[in-house]
């Protein structure tokens, strides 16, 4: 899924190796996208109370067009991003996950990269606080 690929965190970049979740989350979105907009508070909400505890990484992947303003819409999300200059590594995963709209939330199963939901943004909205929980039983 992201092996060996660097993901950024404030400012300085890691191996996802180092990563311990349960599950990943996928989450492509962009700060022109109005309905992104709304969702991503919320998401970046729930992953600072419930989420990130639960063993749920995100990992932002921006369709933004610039880097500047990749790095702006970044700065509200408490989670990981694919580098903007990283544009091969956004566009295998959007070809991978078949990404037809933004915002979308593809949850995986961290261990085997296994989809656990391609509608994590739904999941999101219908079981709320929850929705770590759901996540982490279908991997069980």
Not at 42 to 47: D, S, W
Request: proline share 4%; aromatic share 10%; with cysteine.
């Amino acid at each position: 899924m992201l092996d060996d690929k660097l993901l950024a965190k404030s400012g300085g970049k890691f191996n996802t190796s180092v990563l311990q979740a349960k599950v990943v989350a996928l989450y492509f979105s962009a700060s022109w996208c109005g309905p992104c907009r709304s969702f991503t508070p919320a998401l970046a909400q729930l992953y600072t109370d419930k989420l990130k505890s639960a063993g749920v990484e995100v990992v932002f992947i921006s369709s933004d067009q610039d880097d500047s303003s990749f790095a702006k819409y970044y700065q509200s999300m408490p989670w990981l991003a694919v580098p903007f200059d990283a544009r091969d590594v956004k566009q295998e995963l959007s070809e991978r996950f078949e990404i037809q709209g933004i915002p979308s939330l593809i949850v995986l199963d961290a261990a085997t990269g296994k989809v656990v939901s391609k509608d994590g943004r739904r999941d999101v909205m219908s079981h709320k606080a929850d929705v770590g929980n759901f996540w982490l039983r279908q991997i069980k």
